[in-house]
């Protein structure tokens, strides 16, 4: 990309030819030619250049989709996007393409919870073993593999839980085993790290979240280099995971402000961050205390950080920590994050899934912050207030 990001996505995708800012969106099941040999003529070209944006049937995408493609190929640096209907179908997508019965898989343990149930449980019946490994232990991703291990499925930072990992040491132990790897880089996106770039093979967003923005859409992407292209196109063409025109429009409106935003959530959180991480009453899960690992292997890696952080906080009295979350006025109570506004979450051990290396003590609680858009001198008097009732 010639231009900085920031300016390829105020003025990529411009319709001329409709004479309008943002292109318009493209519905269609069927795609209608003007003859027969324009029907052969397209398909010739499709098999020619499979990443062109030649289709037949709208299951294939219309120029709707295949714009938000473009724009997504770009600013992973990756050599194709694929879309899908909803983040998890992007991971779905990701490991569907490369593991076979019989093959085995090393997944980092503080994954999103159904990616784990995905892989734990679900892939289990088709004769694939996941094996866990611990993120900060990377002698349980070496010992653990074999001539079976077909993928190592990276999530950074942990769900919940917010590990982040030597990535370069995970690509070098995958390159030295000839074993793929997979990244959801949701937290991220590829404006604050660029997994394809850096060296993993499929590099997994939700665009539900940070992509679109405002908490009104679902999709996901997914960028892939060259060697995975084939099977992951074929995987594509089998399941039929493709994202809709509408979500996709929207999701193409939201990334025109993704630099803004996410330069905001940042800024935001970091100022949250500062007044929380004095508090002893919780240990905050987030990049900012420069002498921790986390934030060595944030720095090393990343050019930014986004809005999502956790507390973990030591209290006998769970009642307390139920309060002081119910006690949060500017943040809602709900789920997924990456939208405009703030958000909070209790986890139960349900949502942290059956982890291995979690070590959550009894008395140890999680809390989730997502922290938006406002203004911070005002979610920072409203955890102040909510704070009063932890005990
Ligand atoms: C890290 C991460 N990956 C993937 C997903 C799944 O995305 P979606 O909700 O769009 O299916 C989520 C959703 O919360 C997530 O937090």
Redesign the pocket.
């Known amino acids: 990309m010639s231009k900085s990001f920031k300016t390829f996505l105020k003025h990529t995708a411009k319709d001329f030819h409709n004479q309008s800012v943002n292109p318009p969106v493209v519905r269609a099941s069927t795609i209608i030619f003007k003859s027969m040999q324009h029907i052969r003529k397209t398909q010739a070209k499709a098999r020619k250049n499979p990443t062109g944006g030649h289709y037949d049937y709208g299951r294939q995408g219309t120029s709707t989709t295949h714009i938000l493609q473009k724009i997504l190929t770009k600013l992973e640096e990756s050599y194709h996007v694929f879309t899908t209907p909803?983040?998890?179908?992007s991971?779905f997508l990701a490991i569907f393409s490369v593991v076979r019965p019989g093959d085995e898989m090393m997944v980092a343990d503080p994954v999103?919870s159904?990616?784990r149930l995905l892989t734990q449980d679900y892939l289990k019946e088709f004769n694939i073993k996941t094996v866990f490994y611990n993120p900060h232990d990377l002698k349980t991703l070496q010992k653990n593999i074999t001539k079976k291990t077909k993928l190592i499925f990276v999530?950074n930072p942990g769900?919940n839980s917010f590990e982040f990992q030597d990535l370069a040491k995970i690509t070098s132990i995958a390159k030295k085993n000839k074993v793929l790897t997979a990244i959801?880089n949701?937290?991220a996106t590829p404006y604050y790290f660029k997994p394809i770039k850096f060296g993993f093979d499929m590099s997994?967003v939700?665009?539900?979240?940070y992509y679109s923005g405002h908490s009104d859409v679902?999709?996901?992407s997914l960028a892939v280099n060259k060697k995975v292209f084939n099977k992951v196109k074929a995987a594509e063409r089998i399941t039929g995971l493709r994202l809709g025109p509408d979500d996709a429009y929207l999701i193409t409106r939201g990334l025109r402000t993704l630099d803004v935003r996410l330069d905001r959530h940042s800024d935001n959180a970091k100022r949250v961050a500062a007044f929380l991480s004095k508090n002893k009453k919780f240990k905050l899960l987030y990049p900012y205390k420069k002498d921790s690992f986390n934030f060595r292997m944030w720095k090393k890696y990343y050019s930014g950080a986004s809005g999502l952080m956790g507390l973990k906080i030591k209290s006998k009295n769970i009642n307390s920590v139920r309060k002081f979350v119910n006690s949060l006025k500017l943040f809602g109570y709900g789920?997924?994050?990456g939208g405009f506004e703030s958000l909070v979450l209790h986890q139960e051990l349900r949502e942290t899934g059956n982890r291995k290396f979690l070590n959550l003590a009894k008395d140890e609680h999680l809390v989730r912050l997502h922290i938006g858009l406002e203004d911070p001198n005002d979610l920072i008097a409203d955890i102040k207030q909510a704070l009063r009732h932890l005990k």
């Open positions: 909803t983040g998890f179908g991971v999103y159904p990616t999530e769900s959801d949701t937290w997994i939700s665009a539900t979240k679902m999709g996901g789920y997924s994050w």
